[in-house]
Structures are given as C-alpha cells and as structure tokens.
C-alpha cells in the first residue's frame, strides 16, 4: 500500500475498486485530525481553548479563546467551523460560539439558542444540534438546531425522550445520539437518537452498560463511543472510568469497551474517523480534584486507554470539537 496516497500524503492516483481496501487500512484520507478542547473550570471559570493533533501524541497546545467563560457546550462543527453554545456561569446564557479551523485565534459569536441552558450537542457536516440541559431552573428536554454554515440563532427541532443534563453525545453523518445524563440527582442508562437531517423528537436506541451522567462521547461514522462519567450516590459523585460503544446505525444497548486511565467526570471528548481522545475532568467526590489529562482509544477496536498527554490547564465541565469527528465523514 506504501505507493499508493496515505493520510499525510494525498497526492496520487485512486484506483475506484480498490478504496475499500484503503479504507480497511487506515489509508483512506478523511476530513480532519485537529481535535479542541474549550471553556470549561480550573476552578475559576476559563474561556481557554486547547488544541491537538488526534492522530499523534503530545500535550495540548492554546489555539485562542472563547467570547464567553466558564462551562460551554459542546455543538460539533463541520470541516471548516467549530461550534459551542450555552453554558452555566449563567444558567440563561444564550450564545453560540464558533471557530475558524484554517485560522488559529479567538471564538466569533455565531447567534443564540432558543432557550439559554447548559447542553450538549452534535453534528454532521451540515446542522449542529443542542439538546436538553439545564436553564438555572429545571432540566429541559429541548432540541435546537443551526445551520453551521451561515450564523444566526438557533431552530426549535424538537424533544429528547425526557429533560436532562450530561449525556454524552456524538454523530454519524445521519444520526445524532445522546447517551447517559441526569434529570437530577440520578444518573440514566437511556440512550436517545435522532435523525439530524429531519427535525422531530428524539427516540430510545438502547441504554448504556452502565448507569452514569456527566459522560463524554466521540465517535467515527460507524462506531460511536461513551467515556467516563458520574454515578450518583446520595449527594457524592463517584466519578467512572469505563468506556463503551455502540454501532450507529443499528439500535440496542451500548457493550464495554475498556477503561480510561483515570476516573473522571465532566471531562470532553474529541474524534476523528480513528481516535477518541478524552480530555479533562474532575475525579468526583469528595475531592473533584481538576483533571489535565488527556487519553485516547483505538474505535474500531476494543480496550483500554492510552495516555496521549495533558492539556495546557488542569478542568472540567469542558466541551470538545473537531474537524474530523464522526458526523462528517
């Protein structure tokens, strides 16, 4: 295969029958390996963004910063935009964020969402979609959708199954899931989905092998992973280090797929069509102690997570995007 375009080399002549065969290989170029890691607490609220390159190792490097502090959420991106939105250094914050991947510096304020609330999201090359959050007052189960080309204020697309905060959430180009979460002081197994392309509300795909909230997701447009999270106990919060996935297009429940190297919760992820990498967090109670380290897996294999380095600053309550993650390729 070495004569043939690889990752980091492009150029050359495809041969049509054979890119099945690439693809098997790893040596099929996708859409991007920059991963981002923003916001988040460390723990006075920071507007930092992170940046890596997901298919090698090392620390993170400052890429620029986001127009609002604290925790934000994440909301995908296509090839060419990252986006977060909301947050709750004010439960009612509004505004969405977004970055230029081709140019290093600060986030530009792209418009609102409906409702402001602390969320998380997905995308594909097209739509970023929020769901569910908090909004200082009660746990929504609301969907909101952009479109990633062209800023402005978000869409009503519809309803998750029940109102929550902190699920892990990723993307095929069709499908958007969101596993995991709280409705408040008890973590879930239920694993929503919706058709990204439609609007519409959101419909039960399987429940995770474990029970946990304050997860993260990353994924490839095939297999989609959940890493880390809480189990609530009383008031504690007994922070997970367990790693499982699903396959996309089918539904049923998520299998283990191994460990992070640490514990951690309200930690991020960030993928391309080969990598997770998990970054950030805290180690639950009683200390939630910040956490600066990042690890990555293998998604289209299974087991345990190698570390890949740290972020320029120990956080949690942190939101990851890429420019190759699993919704656009």
């Given at each position: ?145 952009v479109n990633i080309g062209s800023a402005g204020n978000a869409t009503d697309f519809g309803d998750l199954t029940a ?167």
């Amino acid at each position: 295969m070495s004569s043939y375009p690889t990752q980091s080399s492009a150029s050359g002549i495809w041969q049509l029958g054979d890119i099945p065969l690439f693809i098997q290989d790893g040596a099929w170029p996708h859409t991007g390996n920059l991963g981002f890691f923003g916001g988040g607490t460390t723990p006075t609220a920071s507007n930092v963004i992170d940046y890596i390159n997901i298919t090698t190792t090392g620390n993170s490097s400052d890429w620029g910063d986001l127009t609002i502090t604290g925790p934000r959420g994440p909301m995908g991106g296509s090839t060419s935009r990252g986006l977060w939105g909301g947050g709750n250094t004010a439960p009612t914050n509004l505004t969405i964020d977004f970055i230029i991947f081709s140019t290093q510096g600060n986030a530009t304020d792209f418009g609102d969402l409906t409702v402001g609330r602390t969320q998380q999201g997905m995308s594909n090359s097209n739509r970023a979609v929020a769901c569910g959050g908090y909004d200082g007052s009660n746990y929504t189960n609301i969907i909101d959708y952009v479109n990633i080309g062209s800023a402005g204020n978000a869409t009503d697309f519809g309803d998750l199954t029940a109102g929550k905060i902190g699920g892990g959430t990723f993307a095929s180009p069709s499908r958007g899931l969101f596993g995991g979460g709280t409705p408040g002081g008890a973590s879930t197994t239920n694993i929503d989905y919706i058709t990204i392309s439609t609007t519409g509300d959101a419909v039960n795909f399987g429940s995770l092998s474990a029970t946990r909230a304050y997860l993260a997701g990353g994924s490839s447009n095939v297999r989609g992973l959940f890493g880390g999270g809480t189990v609530f106990s009383g008031p504690a919060q007994n922070a997970q280090n367990v790693i499982d996935f699903v396959t996309i297009a089918t539904t049923g429940n998520a299998t283990d797929f191994g460990d992070l190297t640490v514990v951690r919760q309200e930690l991020a992820a960030s993928s391309n069509s080969i990598r997770v990498a998990f970054g950030g967090g805290n180690t639950g109670s009683p200390a939630y102690t910040k956490s600066n380290v990042i690890d990555y897996v293998t998604i289209a294999t299974t087991g345990n997570a190698t570390d890949f380095g740290d972020l320029t600053v120990a956080r949690d309550n942190i939101a990851g995007a890429s420019n190759g993650h699993g919704g656009l390729q």
